[in-house]
């Protein structure tokens, strides 16, 4: 699927089947809100579950992220949530209970427009701290951020205390390119020359975006850490409350089924269960 037929997904157009029983139009519709890193992934399974299920639309929703979808869902504005963290204790005293279903990796990436393959730590650090302001080509650097809490910016810091220094003097540094979600993170990578950041390996694949995933070319200096960010990677959890409908069991079953498995597998996603 490509970018702008999920968006149109997200952004509410489902593709829905009628059931017609005893001459009345008869739908069931589930909406699904959360973490934008989750909802490429939730817009491929939706879209499959509906042609298997006549008579269902699900509706994802834009993102809300992982605190607003199960704010979202505890409130009764929508029926599942996904979250790329675990649920806190003041969510599961609401009546939110999560389940691992994938995981996915993160990389470093760019613009296709931005004349660079490879990146150590050290410039990672001394990009992010201001100290490297152009790609050996002479393109500007565009350091895109994310909000301190969010899980890209954790990744980020937990490399090495001088990239957690180098992330503090970005996040202070004015002027700096700000992405408060993860589809306008994706977004600003791909269309700002020079840009820098992080995006999730199953975000790329389910929303088709056009980025650079530059692979690490570590520095003798470095710790070496850097070479093992592959591992990292963020786990994704459907949310549902206590009492769940029908039709968001029958979907959260289906997340967990070999045709999905299968969907999430072909799209940089490790399906868990």
């Keep these: 699927m490509g970018f702008k037929a999920f968006y149109a997904h997200v952004a509410g157009t489902v593709f829905s089947l009628a059931m017609v029983t005893s001459g009345s139009l008869q739908a069931e519709t589930l909406r699904i809100g959360g973490t934008g890193v ?41 029926d599942l949530s996904v979250s790329s963290r675990a649920l806190k204790a003041a969510e599961t005293e609401k009546g939110a209970e999560a389940t691992l279903y994938a995981t996915t990796s993160v990389a470093i990436v760019t613009s296709k427009m931005t004349t660079a393959d490879t990146i150590t730590l050290e410039q990672l650090e001394q990009m992010y701290a201001g100290e490297i302001t152009q790609w050996p080509s002479g393109q500007p650097v565009r350091v895109v951020l994310r909000p301190k809490n969010e899980t890209d910016t954790k990744i980020l810091v937990s490399l090495s205390d001088d990239m957690a220094v180098a992330m503090d003097a970005a996040q202070e540094r004015p002027g700096m390119v700000r992405a408060t979600n993860d589809q306008e993170n994706a977004e600003m990578l791909e269309t700002i020359e020079g840009s820098l950041g992080v995006v999730a390996l199953g975000q790329i694949a389910t929303e088709n975006r056009q980025l650079k995933i530059l692979t690490h070319n570590d520095s003798p200096t470095s710790s070496g850490e850097f070479a093992q ?41 490790t399906p868990k269960g």
């Design 229 to 269: 960010i592959e591992l990292y990677s963020k786990e994704l959890f459907v949310v549902q409350t206590q009492n769940p409908s029908d039709l968001a069991k029958l979907f959260v079953e289906f997340i967990f089924s070999k045709q999905a498995q299968s969907i999430l597998s072909a799209t940089d996603h």
């Design 38 to 78: 989750a909802l490429g992934g939730m817009a491929l399974l939706a879209e499959a579950f509906e042609k298997t299920h006549e008579g269902t639309t699900i509706t994802v929703l834009p993102s809300l992220g992982s605190s607003g979808g199960v704010r979202a869902l505890t409130a009764g504005a929508i």
